[in-house]
């Protein structure tokens, strides 16, 4: 019977990521490995969705009043013209806005371009719709890009490309030059540009997320996704969308419907209420994570890790192990669990080149999404470690 | 981490999906031309597709507008001749569905919709507080991608409930945002570019969408009134062992058909024999009222071979939270749950929350909820024999499917644009449901899940306002 799995469906295995979080779980760890709050979502989006419930929002129905607001949102933030009519669609999540666009636009065979290292879902979506993904490594320490790399990896059978910015794991927001030369890769080859912005409003040290969509020529070929999920905490309530040219917009609609029909109600409802959140809003949630990275990044240098790229974006640490640490990342990260109750990702999950590059099993990624409490629970267990110079394995 | 639990590495096929040279067995025959770059996608659909040939008046209703043309209101942008986001050949010809179609149309002429199939009234008050009390608790994150522990327990506990068959809810219960991604996910998981799946026509519209975004080989077989049994013969010259799948929905959307005992026996038969998969959507199966629903599963050798697809909003009545499951053996459902986490990746929280709640409904909700329907149903169809349509029987669901042709319409497009505009009733065309659609124009589909006052006073109009000619 097992012959009667699809060949796609044989390639795939268990996400690393939510693995280890059943594994900090069982072991009690403090898990700073998934990417998703453990602090409240905010209560006047809570009350919307509990009143949504209540006031009956709960069969099929599509809020346009979110793509009204979105609409609102890209002109004031970006500069950009959307018809809140015609260019939007509202899917369960950025998961699903990426993979109806992914379907909407991939035919078999067609060539999807992706920065390495990168979130490991992509690629399982572009294969299931019988594409094939195609590395482009960004180059560490600084994760940049190399603008001749990039061309070259451009081909006849090139339809998109997939960006990620503010960046999953590494934490890097791609500049406007370094998204210039995206841009001009995308109209030399008559590419499609798919982006993931779902940390659009998480960004540090002043720096402003810019989307590819607003460079000249871009606009027309640009698949925009993000959520609600990231910058309103609520990663289990399933609200993203795609902003794209009609046509585009119009098939990833047609698709989501037929994927999943109709993203939550209630869940929409509360869209509403959070996306017409004050300024302050975005700016308080900044600044709390921006504190949370920067305590982060104390917390592994007090145990020897030398961080040599500074998120500029994202809730993620991206780091190389210690240079004196002679352990790969998967082994790391099992120490830490046992010394340490600590949980975070083995980076090796993240890479898919074809080099045999040593660094991609020397990274581990750090989620610092988490509470105060949590993550002083985190300083402490070191604290402890180094006091007591225990474990050399984890301390350097 | 390593790939540990992958078990089937030995088998030769685990090769990256290469499209690149394809095969050159025949069953990509048809899939070949596609891979070609300027491939025009109408004659690739022509040769195994139905043919689209809706009226103008469906074609010029965009999905997203309420303007019948959406008018660009862009400020001057560079002029812009060439399009340069293409849409993928094989989905060009989906277009909007016909039921925001319809339900437009509805709006615009202050029509009383007995087509589109979600109540007009609410979810049980107990359901809604546990989501609201789910939300108030913080469960508002990720949950596991296969399902919140505790739902997964309560589905297994349902099904046993129902078919007596004891299940692993860790291994055997995936959870998704509604049955069409159970559905989609099934299809994308199990199903190779180029494999044959069986479809019951009329069918309800995304069945046909998914498979083609999996690359299947569509073979129908038409279901005809009156009662719409399983053509056996028909059946028996269509499966082969080159077919991988079949897919069953019972209670049966849109004529409310129920498959026997005896037809789901004979298919089972013909399944083991052809080593063929069956996947169930059985979302309507608290509404059976004229039999007992009998899943596929429970049937004997057929739990290892059946995906049984299910979902909370047609049972209680909250269409819009997208709760819905996949129960099949671990070597099934390992490949639904890959193609569902990269499809959404993950079901809306809170929801399930209510759901397991839901599910453990005691069974005073289910005989009423019955109760309830069963009188809704009463007074439609009592109605539309009164108003002169030939009903056919339906045994499940909230759909009744008439012949219209007493009205001297010269098929069901027109019908349901005459009843939209003339009468202020809303029907849906069946034959979106069919590969050829001339199998549908005589017949019609109605819902009976409205409040009792909606359906008579629909009923009220028809008969003001619908003559027979």
Same mark, same amino acid.
């Not at chain 2, 299947?216 to 028909?234: G, N, Y």
């Given at each position: 019977?097992?012959?009667?799995?699809?060949?796609?469906?044989?390639?795939?295995?268990?996400?690393?990521?939510?693995?280890?979080?059943?594994? =900090?779980?069982?072991?009690?760890?403090?898990?700073?490995?998934?990417?998703?709050?453990?602090?409240?979502?905010?209560?006047?989006?809570?009350?919307?969705?509990?009143?949504?419930?209540?006031?009956?929002?709960?069969?099929?129905?599509?809020?346009?009043?979110?793509?009204?607001?979105?609409?609102?949102?890209?002109?004031?933030?970006?500069?950009?013209?959307?018809?809140?009519?015609?260019?939007?669609?509202?899917?369960?999540?950025?998961?699903?806005?990426?993979?109806?666009?992914? +379907?909407?636009?991939?035919?078999?065979?067609?060539? #999807?371009?992706? +920065?390495?290292?990168?979130?490991?879902?992509?690629?399982?979506?572009?294969?299931?719709?019988?594409?094939?993904?195609?590395? #482009?490594?960004?180059?560490?320490?600084? %994760?940049?890009?190399?603008?001749? $790399?990039?061309?070259?990896?451009?081909?006849?059978?090139?339809?998109?490309?997939?960006?990620?910015?503010?960046?999953?794991?590494?934490?890097?927001?791609?500049?406007?030059?370094?998204?210039?030369?995206?841009?001009?890769?995308?109209?030399?080859?008559?590419?499609?540009?798919?982006?993931?912005?779902?940390?659009?409003?998480?960004?540090?040290?002043?720096?402003?997320?810019?989307?590819?969509?607003?460079?000249? *020529?871009?606009?027309?070929?640009?698949?925009?996704?993000?959520?609600?999920?990231?910058?309103?905490?609520?990663?289990?309530?399933?609200?993203?969308?795609?902003?794209?040219?009609?046509?585009?917009?119009?098939?990833?609609?047609?698709?989501?419907?037929?994927?999943?029909?109709?993203?939550?109600?209630?869940?929409?409802?509360?869209?509403?209420?959070?996306?017409?959140?004050?300024?302050?809003?975005?700016?308080?949630?900044?600044?709390?994570?921006?504190?949370?990275?920067?305590?982060?990044?104390?917390?592994? *240098?007090?145990?020897?890790?030398?961080?040599?790229?500074?998120?500029?974006?994202?809730?993620?640490?991206?780091?190389?192990?210690?240079?004196?640490?002679?352990?790969?990342?998967?082994?790391?990260?099992?120490?830490?669990?046992?010394?340490?109750?600590?949980?975070?990702?083995?980076?090796?999950? @993240?890479?898919?080149?074809?080099?045999?590059?040593?660094?991609?099993?020397?990274?581990?990624?750090?989620?610092?999404?988490?509470?105060?409490?949590?993550?002083?629970?985190?300083?402490?267990?070191?604290?402890?470690?180094?006091?007591?110079?225990?474990?050399?394995?984890?301390?350097? | 981490?390593?790939?540990?639990?992958?078990? %089937?590495?030995?088998?030769?096929?685990?090769?990256?999906?290469?499209?690149?040279?394809?095969?050159?067995?025949?069953?990509?025959?048809?899939?070949?031309?596609?891979?070609?770059?300027?491939?025009?996608?109408?004659?690739? @659909?022509?040769?195994?597709?139905?043919?689209?040939?809706?009226?103008?008046?469906?074609?010029?209703?965009?999905?997203?507008?309420?303007?019948?043309?959406?008018?660009?209101?862009?400020?001057?942008?560079?002029?812009?001749?060439?399009?340069?986001?293409?849409?993928?050949?094989?989905?060009?010809?989906?277009?909007?569905?016909?039921?925001?179609?319809?339900?437009?149309?509805?709006?615009?002429?202050?029509?009383?919709?007995?087509?589109? *199939?979600?109540?007009? @009234?609410?979810?049980?008050?107990?359901?809604?507080? =546990?989501?609201?009390?789910?939300?108030?608790? *913080?469960?508002?994150?990720?949950?596991?991608?296969?399902?919140?522990?505790?739902?997964?327990?309560?589905?297994? =506990?349902?099904?046993?409930?129902?078919?007596?068959?004891?299940?692993?809810?860790?291994?055997?219960?995936?959870?998704?945002?509604?049955?069409?991604?159970?559905?989609?996910?099934?299809?994308?998981?199990?199903?190779?570019?180029?494999?044959?799946?069986?479809?019951?026509?009329?069918?309800?519209?995304?069945?046909?969408?998914?498979?083609?975004?999996?690359?299947?080989? #569509?073979?129908?077989?038409?279901?005809?009134?009156?009662?719409?049994?399983?053509?056996?013969?028909?059946?028996?010259?269509?499966?082969?062992?080159?077919?991988?799948?079949?897919?069953?929905?019972?209670?049966?959307?849109?004529?409310?058909?129920? +498959?026997?005992?005896?037809?789901?026996?004979?298919?089972?038969?013909?399944?083991?024999?052809?080593?063929?998969?069956?996947?169930?959507?059985?979302?309507?199966?608290?509404?059976?009222?004229?039999?007992?629903?009998?899943?596929?599963?429970?049937?004997?050798?057929?739990?290892?071979?059946?995906?049984?697809?299910?979902?909370?909003?047609?049972?209680?009545?909250?269409?819009?939270?997208?709760?819905?499951?996949?129960?099949?053996?671990?070597?099934?459902? %390992?490949?639904?749950?890959?193609?569902?986490?990269?499809?959404?990746?993950?079901?809306?929280?809170?929801?399930?929350? =209510?759901?397991?709640?839901?599910?453990?409904?005691?069974?005073?909700?289910?005989?009423?909820?019955?109760?309830?329907?069963?009188?809704?149903?009463?007074?439609?169809?009592?109605?539309?024999?009164?108003?002169?349509? $030939?009903?056919?029987?339906?045994?499940?669901?909230?759909?009744?499917?008439?012949?219209?042709?007493?009205?001297?319409?010269?098929?069901?497009?027109?019908?349901?644009?005459?009843?939209?505009?003339?009468?202020?009733?809303?029907?849906?065309?069946?034959?979106?449901?069919?590969?050829?659609?001339?199998?549908?124009?005589?017949?019609?589909?109605?819902?009976?899940?409205?409040?009792?006052?909606?359906?008579?006073?629909?009923?009220?109009?028809?008969?003001?306002?619908?003559?027979?000619?």
């Amino acid at each position: 019977m097992e012959g009667k799995l699809s060949s796609v469906a044989k390639n795939f295995t268990p996400s690393s990521i939510q693995e280890l979080s059943q594994l =900090a779980q069982k072991c009690n760890a403090i898990n700073l490995a998934e990417g998703f709050p453990d602090f409240p979502a905010p209560p006047c989006i809570k009350e919307a969705a509990v009143s949504a419930i209540n006031n009956d929002f709960n069969q099929y129905r599509r809020v346009q009043g979110i793509c009204d607001q979105l609409a609102l949102t890209m002109k004031k933030t970006h500069g950009l013209n959307v018809n809140p009519l015609t260019d939007i669609a509202i899917c369960c999540g950025q998961s699903e806005a990426f993979a109806a666009a992914i +379907f909407s636009i991939i035919n078999q065979g067609d060539e #999807v371009l992706l +920065f390495d290292p990168c979130y490991e879902t992509y690629e399982g979506c572009i294969t299931l719709a019988g594409g094939i993904p195609v590395y #482009v490594a960004l180059e560490p320490p600084q %994760w940049t890009l190399d603008p001749e $790399k990039l061309m070259r990896s451009f081909t006849s059978r090139t339809k998109a490309i997939v960006l990620n910015s503010p960046h999953n794991p590494t934490g890097k927001v791609f500049s406007r030059d370094e998204l210039e030369i995206i841009a001009e890769g995308c109209r030399r080859w008559d590419c499609v540009a798919i982006t993931d912005e779902v940390y659009e409003y998480i960004t540090y040290d002043n720096q402003k997320h810019e989307t590819i969509a607003k460079l000249p *020529g871009m606009q027309e070929r640009t698949i925009i996704t993000s959520s609600l999920s990231k910058t309103f905490s609520v990663t289990g309530w399933r609200i993203g969308w795609a902003i794209a040219p009609a046509s585009a917009a119009s098939a990833i609609q047609n698709i989501h419907i037929r994927i999943t029909d109709s993203a939550p109600a209630p869940f929409q409802e509360a869209a509403l209420t959070a996306l017409r959140s004050p300024i302050e809003y975005f700016e308080t949630l900044r600044g709390e994570y921006e504190l949370k990275r920067d305590f982060c990044m104390k917390l592994l *240098g007090s145990i020897g890790f030398r961080i040599q790229f500074k998120p500029q974006g994202s809730l993620f640490l991206f780091s190389e192990l210690p240079k004196d640490c002679l352990l790969s990342d998967v082994e790391y990260v099992e120490e830490l669990i046992k010394q340490a109750g600590v949980v975070v990702v083995p980076g090796r999950g @993240f890479f898919h080149g074809n080099e045999s590059c040593n660094y991609q099993k020397r990274y581990i990624r750090v989620a610092f999404c988490k509470s105060g409490a949590i993550l002083n629970a985190a300083a402490q267990k070191f604290g402890e470690l180094i006091n007591a110079k225990a474990c050399p394995k984890i301390l350097y | 981490m390593q790939a540990a639990e992958c078990t %089937w590495t030995h088998f030769e096929m685990l090769r990256p999906l290469c499209f690149k040279s394809p095969s050159t067995t025949p069953l990509f025959f048809n899939f070949s031309k596609h891979f070609q770059k300027g491939f025009s996608d109408s004659s690739f @659909f022509r040769s195994n597709r139905r043919i689209s040939n809706y009226p103008s008046f469906m074609a010029t209703i965009s999905s997203l507008s309420t303007h019948k043309d959406p008018v660009s209101t862009h400020d001057a942008t560079p002029n812009i001749t060439h399009q340069p986001v293409q849409v993928a050949k094989r989905l060009e010809k989906f277009k909007t569905t016909i039921f925001t179609q319809m339900s437009m149309l509805a709006i615009k002429h202050g029509a009383i919709n007995l087509g589109q *199939g979600f109540p007009n @009234f609410d979810g049980p008050d107990f359901v809604k507080e =546990a989501a609201i009390q789910a939300i108030k608790d *913080g469960k508002n994150q990720y949950a596991r991608g296969y399902g919140v522990p505790d739902f997964n327990n309560a589905i297994a =506990a349902r099904f046993k409930k129902d078919t007596g068959l004891v299940i692993d809810p860790e291994k055997e219960v995936t959870v998704t945002s509604g049955c069409t991604e159970a559905i989609a996910a099934t299809m994308l998981g199990l199903i190779n570019p180029g494999d044959e799946v069986i479809l019951f026509a009329p069918f309800y519209d995304s069945y046909e969408a998914t498979l083609s975004m999996a690359g299947a080989k #569509v073979k129908c077989i038409t279901l005809r009134p009156p009662d719409f049994a399983v053509p056996i013969d028909e059946l028996k010259s269509t499966i082969s062992k080159n077919t991988r799948a079949i897919l069953i929905n019972t209670p049966h959307n849109p004529t409310g058909k129920m +498959f026997t005992r005896e037809e789901l026996n004979t298919i089972a038969s013909l399944c083991i024999e052809n080593d063929v998969l069956v996947f169930t959507d059985e979302v309507y199966d608290k509404l059976a009222f004229e039999m007992d629903h009998i899943s596929m599963a429970s049937l004997p050798g057929m739990y290892e071979r059946t995906v049984t697809m299910n979902s909370l909003g047609k049972t209680f009545s909250l269409t819009g939270w997208k709760i819905g499951w996949a129960i099949a053996p671990p070597h099934l459902a %390992w490949g639904v749950r890959q193609a569902h986490s990269f499809l959404t990746f993950a079901t809306s929280t809170p929801m399930q929350y =209510a759901a397991t709640v839901a599910l453990q409904a005691p069974d005073s909700y289910f005989a009423e909820l019955k109760r309830d329907y069963m009188a809704k149903k009463a007074i439609l169809v009592q109605g539309l024999k009164d108003v002169g349509f $030939k009903v056919f029987p339906s045994s499940g669901t909230y759909f009744v499917v008439v012949d219209h042709t007493p009205f001297g319409l010269e098929n069901d497009i027109a019908f349901c644009e005459y009843l939209i505009k003339e009468v202020g009733v809303v029907a849906i065309p069946t034959s979106v449901f069919y590969l050829n659609p001339d199998d549908g124009k005589n017949l019609v589909r109605f819902t009976f899940c409205k409040d009792e006052e909606t359906l008579r006073s629909a009923v009220e109009r028809m008969k003001e306002k619908l003559k027979k000619k």
